[in-house]
């Protein structure tokens, strides 16, 4: 059982490149989400989807856009990356879309951009 | 819209002593609360819950945590520190009964265990 898997696990840019962080969970879980974390602001919330093909802005959407076409995959979608948008992203699914159930994360991509 | 605060950047501790890391939420209603442990370059791993029921919920590793609603606080603890057990720790947040309202982190607090 793999849980959650994000690829790549490093990636370096060029201001105005853009890419896709993938997100693959083999759980069955309903309810999947991407966060950017950066030093000293903890974990924040980019896009979120409760099931396939329904998806839903978190805290800091702007310059991110997701999908959700199957319940396994959730891919990020950087259009025109940007020096801000530097930091640690990190995929996270969860059995249920009401909050009871806890979260799995996956390893983490360390994105740069220059 | 919830919040959650961990006053402490950082908590020292030496090895086989109390731990004590803290967390206090403002949240619309009753809470879901969540404890997670981050390990250098690895993702988010859970470490315990508060649903309902007992206030005290006891986790993976020894943890536990206390639910005070009238504090709004949520604090972690173990009895005698590893020290293995520095990481980073992260306090959550969701209300209860909203449908699907997202998981609210704070901003996390740094556990050193000193031998």
């Known amino acids: 059982n793999a849980g959650v898997t994000q690829t790549p696990k490093f990636q370096v840019l060029k201001t105005g490149q853009s890419m896709t962080l993938q997100c693959a969970q083999d759980m069955n879980h309903e309810y999947m989400s991407w966060y950017r974390q950066d030093p000293g602001m903890g974990l924040r919330l980019i896009h979120y989807s409760v099931g396939a093909g329904i998806t839903d802005q978190g805290e800091v959407p702007n310059g991110y856009n997701v999908s959700r076409s199957t319940t396994e995959d959730f891919p990020l979608r950087l259009l025109s990356a940007a020096p801000s948008q530097t930091s640690v992203y990190f995929c996270a699914s969860r059995e249920d879309s009401h909050g009871i159930t806890e979260a799995f994360f996956g390893q983490g991509t360390r994105l740069t951009v220059v | ?115």
């Open chain 2, 1 to 115: 819209a919830q919040s959650v605060a961990q006053p402490e950047d950082q908590v020292n501790v030496a090895e086989g002593n109390p731990l004590t890391v803290k967390c206090t939420y403002s949240v619309s209603g009753n809470p879901y609360l969540f404890w997670y442990v981050q390990y250098p370059n690895r993702g988010l791993q859970f470490l315990l819950k508060y649903i309902t029921g007992d206030n005290l919920v006891k986790g993976s590793y020894g943890f536990e945590a206390e639910f005070n609603k009238s504090q709004t606080s949520f604090h972690l603890k173990k009895p005698s520190a590893l020290v293995s057990d520095s990481a980073l720790y992260f306090c959550a947040v969701r209300p209860m009964n909203s449908g699907y309202s997202t998981l609210t982190f704070g901003k996390g607090t740094m556990l050193l265990v000193s031998p």
